[in-house]
């Protein structure tokens, strides 16, 4: 068990895309592996096509998260996983982001599958999870977490699934803090300012993952058991698994650090223990030099 069963979930800000149509077949084995390369926890999203037409297989508007509304829920169902992970990282975030000297607003969160549109194009379940900063949103499919522990080999568990949320959370964080716009996105590498993006979103990630256990819901009652060693691994080993390095391997290919855009998995097992053992403030990677 992750969530206290009597905790009470906010699913107010959390939307579910539409679903039916004619859908859109998520999986595809190396073809989903070939857009993870490039997109996995995306936030660098100037590849894709601009805004036009909703694509075909959409199934229209969204709509609010029924049938989520206690921690139970969120035990029970991933998609109610997903909203817990919201209550909690927002009540993280709340308290955090202004200690960091920010305004804080509360991200959008929609689920979805197939494909769909967003302020920064069309986007498929293909891409993986990602943020998109004009629409200060995170989108994503739940069946990734069938690629994570499938094609790519993690652990998986509740907690690894919510660093995933937590990971996009950040880049939400770097939004607001104006971080993502002082910065020079057009290089790949282990040090580029790219990398460095990714691998402070792990660091904050770590840093809600160690104040998880202190959230709560709108009336004080704790959210979130106490973590055990078990999923604290099974977090670190996501982390690992999204490596560029792991995901370069996994495909058969040669590791070619010079096309890294999210870091090693190393790094990103080091910048969310960074995160977790000294907190937000401690996650500046880009004073980290040649050593990050
Ligand atoms: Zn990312």
């Not at 982001?97 to 549109?117: E, H, I, N, T, V």
């Amino acid at each position: 068990m992750t969530f206290n069963d009597r905790a009470r979930l906010d699913s107010s800000k959390v939307r579910r895309g539409g679903r039916g149509g004619t859908g859109v077949a998520v999986g595809g084995g190396t073809l989903l592996i070939l857009f993870l390369v490039s997109q996995l926890f995306g936030v660098d999203l100037t590849g894709l096509a601009p805004a036009t037409e909703p694509a075909a297989g959409s199934g229209g508007e969204e709509s609010t998260i029924e049938g989520c509304e206690t921690g139970a829920d969120a035990n029970a169902d991933v998609d109610c996983r997903m909203v817990g992970a919201y209550t909690s990282l927002d009540d993280y975030w709340v308290d955090a982001f202004p200690r960091l000297g920010g305004q804080y607003a509360s991200p959008g969160m929609s689920l979805q599958s197939g494909r769909w549109q967003t302020g920064c194009g069309a986007a498929s379940s293909a891409m993986g999870p990602f943020y998109c900063p004009p629409d200060q949103s995170i989108y994503l499919d739940t069946a990734f977490f069938e690629v994570l522990t499938g094609e790519l080999g993690a652990d998986g568990g509740p907690l690894a699934e919510m660093y995933v949320v937590a990971h996009e959370w950040g880049h939400h964080i770097q939004n607001l803090s104006g971080t993502m716009d002082r910065i020079d996105r057009s290089d790949t590498g282990p040090t580029s300012d790219g990398v460095r993006l990714e691998l402070q979103a792990d660091c904050f990630a770590g840093a809600w993952a160690q104040n998880a256990q202190s959230t709560e819901d709108a009336s004080g009652v704790q959210l979130l058991e106490p973590f055990t060693q078990e999923q604290l691994a099974s977090a670190m080993d996501a982390a690992a698994t999204v490596g560029d390095d792991h995901i370069q391997s996994s495909q058969g290919g040669s590791v070619n650090p010079e096309q890294w855009t999210h870091g090693s998995s190393e790094s990103r097992q080091q910048w969310f223990l960074q995160g977790y053992e000294n907190g937000p403030d401690a996650c500046d990677t880009f004073a980290a030099g040649a050593d990050v």
